[in-house]
Nanobody, 124 residues
Framework: QVQLVESGGGLVQAGGSLRLSCAAS????????MGWLRQAPGKEREFIAA????????YYTDSVKGRFTISRDNAKNTVYLQMNSLKPEDTAVYYC?????????????????WGQGTQVTVSS
């Protein structure tokens, strides 16, 4: 089992930045691919970014490419999502998720462990 706890959400104006963190505990963190996903009100949960266990490979959905950066520090058991140039359409609950595997996944149903989510609200 892996327990995940997100933090860093909040209210920010359009064009601003936030850095989300996800602290993991339980099993060996380094053996897991980590993802960030989000769910806006009235919409389905969507994948936005993933990073492989050693940070060697990352993937972003088109809507966040060039604005968001996923990274991880295995020594701290933490994965981060740096979000720049935020837009009102980025408003959502952001979740981190984990799967014990060596490659990244972008399917919402492909992750085994989830955090409780952190709210990000971007005002116009």
């Amino acid at each position: 089992q892996v327990q995940l706890v997100e933090s860093g959400g909040g209210l920010v104006q359009a064009g601003g930045s936030l850095r989300l963190s996800c602290a993991a505990s339980g099993r060996t963190f380094s053996g897991y691919v980590m993802g960030w996903l989000r769910q806006a009100p009235g919409k389905e949960r969507e994948f936005i970014a993933a990073i492989t266990w050693n940070g060697g490979s990352t993937y972003y959905t088109d809507s966040v490419k060039g604005r968001f950066t996923i990274s991880r520090d295995n020594a701290k058991n933490t994965v981060y999502l740096q979000m720049n140039s935020l837009k009102p359409e980025d408003t959502a609950v952001y979740y981190c998720a984990a799967r014990r595997d060596s490659r990244w996944y972008k399917g919402v149903n492909e992750y085994d462990f989830w955090g409780q989510g952190t709210q990000v609200t971007v005002s116009s």
